[in-house]
């Protein structure tokens, strides 16, 4: 079960659910990962629409490596998501919303 006050999340992958947080190390990987000046500009990127596949993915995968998750981006790229794309990008939104959504705010 996610708790969606914690930021969680949750994605089937390859008939496996996980959960998936933005923790501090993985918000700090995504901003690596996506070359981003700062978190303000990161949030902007998606809040804009200015992302790509590629940004997706980077963002699904940070929130599984907070949830815990071991795999690789090569594993989360082959990995058979249920929903396919239209589940994966609405989980990766849902996943950053909640990472800046105060609780009991009625967002998300």
């Known amino acids: 079960m996610v708790n969606p006050y914690a930021g969680e999340v949750a994605l089937v992958l390859d008939g496996t659910r996980h959960v998936l947080k933005l923790t501090l190390g993985a918000l700090a990987e995504l901003e690596a990962e996506l070359q981003a000046d700062s ?3 990161l949030i902007e990127r998606f809040e804009t629409g200015h992302y790509a596949t590629r940004d997706m993915l ?4 940070a929130g599984l490596r907070g949830g815990g998750w071991q795999g690789s981006a ?5 990995a058979e998501i249920a929903g ?3 589940e994966a990008a609405r ?5 950053l ?5 105060v609780p009991g705010d009625g967002a998300v």
Do not use: K
């Not at 980077?58 to 995968?61: E, G, H, K, Y």
């Not at 989980?91 to 996943?95: C, D, G, M, R, W």
């Not at 919303?97 to 959504?101: C, K, Q």
């Open 39 to 41: 978190l303000v500009a």
């Open 58 to 61: 980077a963002l699904l995968l």
């Open 74 to 78: 090569g594993d989360l790229a082959r």
């Open 84 to 86: 396919g794309p239209v």
């Open 91 to 95: 989980v990766a939104a849902t996943l």
């Open 97 to 101: 919303a909640r990472a800046f959504t």
